[in-house]
């Protein structure tokens, strides 16, 4: 696998475009990705009970197994917006099918912003046929920017992969940077690929990749409204289909997680107000979802990321985060790691140089590891701390 | 009912006294309280699967049906301090227990503070001959100062009522100001009374009363290794034996469900860094487990407690949490109030004067009431927001 610059439009027969429709006051705020030729298409949505009218539509719109184009907007959810949301999503869909010579359902739309506020769809229909008048193999980085709200560096990747004698190529954007928690991060991700595949592979392979990356990781254990994962796969690479029982399979899969996990990475990284990077390690759990449970518990307990922030080696709130998990397990038998340093064995604090461990909590990436000793299951998220940054930024984000 | 000035010592016969041992560099940090007859007791532990030494202690103690005397520390959760920090507690109970010629399961002990420090019993131990010579009836204030950690506010309270001719009184006092959340609110808190009850009606009051009151607060969904609430009823107000089946224990049962009342709403009030008292209501949910996990969710969610120390009308963050609970409800029939004005309308926004809006997010007291539409259940949960100081505060605990 190579790592190569750009993102979006990488892949073979795709381009992008954005620009500013007035949703936001300035910057880009909608943006089109488009291939030339059908692909194959699939997506994964968010959990939340309270879904987005562009969740909606995009959903609907999947049922035909080839999609043409990706229409986002940020500054505004289009959540809670009753049937006039819902009408505006499939209107953008609409209009960009209208001016591109589709179908509406070859359009699949996504939104992210602020809940609650109808979505000013005139001034985003009356930019539309800029949208596709400016589509573009350059235009990529521009979507990757367009769909940013709180984010502060921009997320793209892209790759390439042999199979067989063809390049294949992946790109990738996300956006993301508060109400991020497992089950499908808060979060949009747009994949696009050139490989030749059936949709049945796909799916799995999306599947794996997101239950690896998006799905482990979490900012502040919130899950939005809008959350979605969309991959299109539109085969102009060439060369034969790949099935889910091929060895070229295990290739794309390989690929597609190294793209998902490194967004996903940028994602946490980028964490509102952010300033650590933090490894949470569940070891020997009796079950997946007893692990899961603990290492959630972990990474949204706010005492636990404010100690992260401080830089204050107070682990006895990690003790205590995972005690109170709901999950069984011998406190008699726990073991916590701050990096490679055991400071509770066997549920007793182990004498530490408090030095040495306050050095541990300094660094920018760190590391926590709970050893249940009960199985072999093991569960691993990527976490951050919560600063003062983070509550300016949410304490205010409407007004 | 009428409210008394006082707290733990106003009940007949208990006695109390509180001075600096050495735990904590200043400030009173140990403490007892004394009934000078056998008095009936129970008690309500915490959830965490982690459980500090004196939790295992008092558990043990409480076979014994009556109880004399409680002893804590602060400063030190002696917790994660293993076959020490047992042997530790026991000897807090056992040198009580010889100064007062009692035996140690007459004593019930308890710690607050920091994780995996151990237990300087030392220094306790030499206290102790001075704290049970200081026992006194002033004593009282003394005592719930002294278990105070990061409080800024002392928490007393203490009621007389009424049963047949006797003057019967209940006093309490508790702590805790973080680490609170549903499922004993991280805390401590103990009752005395002097009134005449049998273990089985005591133990149901209790927990009927803490139901409705601490396990229904949350500041930041956080459950402590320590958390425990004890009574003591000593019976020395005389009068007729109170079971459950009288009408007598419903009026007793009254008074203790308004002392744990109040001494919960003076936990949220003084939660850390707090700045607003927020009630939580849902409405017509399908049963009690869901309401409460939603209420949970709602009361635990980071973004939707910086909007509240914002004042930023931010409602589309209830709705997100909400469907975020994995609780089942219909998305298109949820209504969200803000106080008493109705922001959403069957899963869809209803146009409100923002200024009207910010003017209800300004208020110190907010209520926030979601309406499922879906059966008759109920669940309340109190709670704060999310500020700048709570962050400040828990960033360098133990630095």
């Known amino acids: 696998m190579k790592i190569i610059e750009g993102g979006i439009t990488t892949a073979k027969s795709f381009k992008a475009s954005a620009l500013n429709s007035g949703v936001k006051k300035s910057g880009s705020d909608l943006a089109l990705i488009y291939s030339e030729v059908p692909a194959i298409a699939c997506g994964m949505f968010t959990q939340n009970r309270v879904q987005a009218a562009p969740v909606k539509v995009s959903r609907l719109h999947l049922k035909k197994i080839t999609s043409q184009a990706i229409i986002v907007n940020s500054g505004n959810a289009n959540c809670c917006t009753g049937k006039h949301g819902e009408d505006a999503a499939l209107a953008m869909t609409e209009i960009a099918a209208n001016k591109l010579g589709l179908e509406k359902e070859d359009i699949l739309v996504a939104s992210t912003g602020i809940i609650g506020i109808p979505l000013p769809i005139e001034k985003i229909k009356k930019s539309i046929p800029a949208l596709v008048k400016n589509l573009s193999k350059a235009g990529g980085h521009s979507v990757a920017k367009a769909i940013m709200t709180t984010d502060k560096t ?4 892209s790759c390439e992969i042999k199979i067989g004698k063809q390049s294949i190529r992946l790109g990738g954007i996300a956006k993301g940077a508060g109400m991020i928690c497992p089950n499908m991060a808060t979060m949009l991700c747009f994949i696009t690929t050139d ?20 799905n482990s990781i979490s900012i502040d254990g919130e899950t939005s409204t809008n959350d979605m994962v969309l991959v299109m ?29 490194e967004l996903a990475k940028k994602i946490v990284k980028d964490g509102e107000g952010a300033t650590k990077f933090v490894e949470i390690m569940i070891k020997n759990a009796a079950s997946n979802s007893g692990a899961r449970r603990i290492a959630k518990k972990l990474a949204n307990s706010i005492l636990l990321k404010t100690a992260l922030f401080g830089e204050d080696p107070n682990w006895g709130r990690i003790a205590s985060a995972a005690g109170a998990s709901g999950v069984k397990f011998n406190p008699h038998k726990l073991d916590i790691y701050i990096d490679q340093k055991r400071v509770l064995k066997d549920g007793t604090a182990v004498k530490v140089d408090k030095k040495e461990l306050i050095d541990h909590f300094k660094k920018k990436n760190i590391n926590i590891t709970i050893d249940l000793k009960r199985g072999n299951r093991v569960y691993k998220v990527w976490t951050t701390d919560l600063s003062l940054d983070y509550i300016k930024l949410n304490a205010h984000y409407t007004t």
Chains 1, 2 share one sequence.
């Open 154 to 157: 921009v997320k793209e990747l």
């Open 195 to 214: 490989v030749h595949i059936t949709r049945r592979a796909l799916k799995l392979a999306l599947k794996r990749a997101v239950g690896k990356s998006f």
């Open 233 to 261: 796969a539109n085969s102009a690479a060439g060369g034969d289909l790949i099935d889910r029982h091929k060895e070229d399979f295990e290739k794309f899969c390989h690929a597609l997680e190294y793209l998902t996990s």
